[in-house]
């Protein structure tokens, strides 16, 4: 069991932080988000540091990979109260030297004014949500700015911080192939090191499924030329030497988002917020955890119970190899099988990893598993064929 308890450790400690606000939904979004007319944020950042508080006494001795405050939209938490969660972060456990502390953030006007006061706090590095370089898609996405307001902010946000990320939604309504590509040249002439690109799906629950079920939502991208798009991102992102190192996410050598790594290499991570999700090896074994999803259920449950948490539920070293398989074969460098088999008492099916590299979908180097180029973008089939 030691071995299991420590398995964590391959992927490192991160936090996440959920700011379950926005000023506007947009059409495409299944996040756990909600738009209101005010928000007490003292109030909530005493919330989010107890919480903090709390998971610190159960995960003692741990220093910080990373903090990742994500939405919602974060960039509408005052300074003030994301300083008070990195100050709470910082008493609760040790910083890593190098420590990444991100925040998503939208380019519009008042959000941009904050950005100073975010890197006083501590934060380093910022994730916007550009989504389209096209101000008539841009519209029809629902999002608050233009794409001038876009650019704007970007050049502040790099002026003030070391790590900018954006990220862009390509296979849009009435997209064509040479368009996306234009727009992903002029996104990658933008002096970024990390984008995120993902590929628009369309999510039961949202406006767009909803349109999309009544027959409204005209235009989008059939198979084929969405598998086009997917193929010329990865060929122009390559040859701008920003590769992927994940199925949506592609940096600079060194430039990686650490905080998802601590995800997809399948450490420990502590959560905190509404409808937080988390990871945490405790003596007894490995925990989800699941916080109340409504803001104000968990403020309150918070406040009177002293944990916002609706779920722990242990996880069986069986579903840990699992979820490590699903999670590390998103990565371009891939699973380390020996760590698959401590975890599932087995070793991978060996006939279905050789028949896989037969078909030059997966590639086996030493005891590290991954899936080639032309395997990525059937991922999930792979991901079907190797699953215990």
Known sequence: MTGLQEDWRAGGFGLYVHWPFCAAKCPYCDFNSHVVAQVDQARWARALSAEIARLAVELPGRHLRSIFFGGGTPSLMLPETVD??????????GFANDIEISLEANPTSVEKGRFQGFADAGVNRLSMGIQALNDADLRRLGRMHSVAEARAAFDVARSVFGRVSFDLIYARQGQGRDAWRAELREALSM????????QLTIEPGTVFGARA???????????????DMYADTQEICEAHGMGCYEISNHARAGAESRHNLVYWRQGDWAAVGPGAHGRITLPAGRCATEAHRQPGAWLDAVERAGTGEVLREFIPASEQATEYLLMSMRLTEGMDMERFRNLAGQPLNAAAVRSLQDLGMVQVEGDRLSATPEGRPVLNAILRELAP
Do not use: E
């Open 213 to 227: 079920d009544a027959g409204k939502l005209r235009d989008l991208p059939d198979d084929d030329l969405s598998a």
């Open 191 to 198: 002096a970024v090191d990390h984008l995120s690109l993902y």
């Open 84 to 93: 008070a969660v990195i100050t709470a972060a910082r008493a609760a456990w």
